[in-house]
């Protein structure tokens, strides 16, 4: 499905809703899976929620669903010992938890994915469950296949480097291993703030998790279910509704966001006000309103979600913005740096890449109206937030096409209804 962008409706100011922390939803219901219980939620289920949902009725778990709250009824099945197969469209982190959960268990679980998240890096999660005691198979990629039950133990690398999620799996899961689980400081890499926020994830069930400087000990010793969660909103979602601001010179305010979150992506805060807009808290939300008055240089290591918006914003900025060490921009659902920095350009952005992030160079010359049907289409890659940041490009752009735009249901199913502007679906794909 493709949108093309209208003129912006006039409004005051805005008011949205953040959609569900798609983050929170997942590590929660990886604990559920072994446990039962329930997540409480405010929003629309994001595709790679459903798809993870789907994956554990496969495995054997009830789960049943009503308006704002997953029920798990009952966990997985602990005692079949028949191989089964699990499918995933697309989502990286509901593959690498399930395929961690399936070293928990007594049968084999393999995972398929869907074209693009086949090409996703498994191996370094496949290689450290079964140092840890699993039967693995598979990888680089997808398919992969993983069997318990796993021992355990101490963790020495898990490809930490590539991303946090790996590690994230293996502590989700820990304390069903009969040695526990270690992970030494040298383990640790990048986006450790989802690292942290899993870690209170765990804290949430009861189960004990001991920090040593930074060397993470989570001892055997699975909780007693049922439990009980609740996931807010969706820091990584509500940048690109809070960046807006900018884009239409109308404050926009976002309900259903906590500024004490303990989600990385919280830091957009922070981030537009370096930039010079305003970001104010009230209890109606989290505003943002002002203009970009000023470049920036930011350091996106732990917070990669975040570089297609503030390179975006690199439209409005009088001075250069540089998105900076984050070389693993490149494992996400595209090459953030090579397919982000391409998209850019075809909007009439400079843009330098680097080997860990780019350089986007002065403000776009005005507004440009493209209906007069020679109208520029910005290609996504099947990346939710490369299609958030076209979005933004969108707004000062009438007639822009945003190509593949469904991929937003992969964390974000209401976006274009949500996000300020107009958006014109247009199904049949032209050729180019």
């Known amino acids: 499905m493709d949108v093309v962008a209208g003129v912006p409706r006039p409004a005051g100011s805005w008011q949205v809703r953040a959609p569900l922390s798609k983050s929170e939803a997942l590590r929660a219901l990886t604990i559920l899976a072994r446990t039962g219980g329930m997540l409480g939620h405010d929003g629309l289920l994001p595709d790679d929620v459903q798809g993870f949902i789907h994956a554990l009725r496969a495995l054997g778990a009830t789960v049943g669903m009503a308006d704002g709250t997953v029920f798990v009824h009952s966990p997985v099945d602990l005692l079949a010992t028949a191989p089964v197969t699990v499918h995933l469209a697309d989502g990286a982190a509901p593959a690498r938890f399930l395929l961690a959960l399936a070293a928990t268990l007594s049968r ?61 799996a293996l502590l989700l899961v820990a304390a069903w291993f009969e040695k526990g689980i270690k992970i030494p400081a040298e383990a640790r890499g990048v986006s450790d703030g989802y690292i942290e926020l899993t870690l209170a994830t765990l804290r949430h069930a009861g189960i004990d998790v001991n920090i040593v400087g930074r060397d993470i000990v989570v001892p055997a010793g699975a909780p007693v279910g049922p439990l009980m969660f609740h996931v807010g909103g969706d820091w990584s979602g509500a940048a690109p509704l809070l960046a807006s601001a900018a ?68 439209d409005l900025a009088p001075h250069p913005i540089r998105i900076q060490n984050a070389p693993h921009l490149r494992h996400k659902e595209s090459d953030r740096i090579v397919d982000l920095a391409s998209m850019l350009e075809s909007a009439g952005l400079n843009v330098v890449a680097h080997a860990d992030g780019m350089v986007v160079r002065g403000a776009f010359p005005g507004d440009r109206d493209l209906r007069d049907g020679t109208g520029i289409v910005l290609e996504t890659r099947s990346d939710h937030r490369l299609a958030f940041a076209a979005a933004l490009l969108g707004l000062r752009r009438p007639g822009l096409v945003i190509a593949g735009a469904e991929c937003v249901a992969k964390s974000f199913p209401s976006f274009f209804d949500t996000c300020p502007g107009t958006w014109l679906e247009r199904p049949e794909r032209t050729t180019r």
């Not at 079964?130 to 133990?153: C, E």
């Not at 884009?247 to 957009?268: C, H, K, N, Y």
């Not at 370096?274 to 920036?296: E, I, K």
Request: proline content about 9%.
């Open 108 to 168: 084999d679980v393999t995972v398929v994915g869907g074209p693009s998240l086949s090409r996703r890096p498994t191996f370094p999660l496949l290689a450290t469950l079964g140092s840890l005691g699993a039967r693995v198979s598979g990888g680089p990629g997808l398919p992969a296949t993983v069997g318990g039950p796993a021992q355990g133990g101490h963790c020495t690398d898990a490809g930490g480097t590539i991303s946090s999620q790996f590690l994230s």
């Open 247 to 314: 884009f239409i010179d109308e404050p926009v305010t976002v309900m259903g966001l906590d500024p004490r979150s303990a989600q990385p992506d919280v830091a957009i805060a922070g981030h537009l006000q370096t930039l010079g807009l305003q970001v104010t808290v009230s209890p109606d939300g989290v505003t943002a309103s002002g203009r970009v008055t000023a470049g920036g240089t930011f350091d996106v290591e732990h917070t990669p979600d975040l570089a297609p918006i503030l390179a975006a914003l690199g």
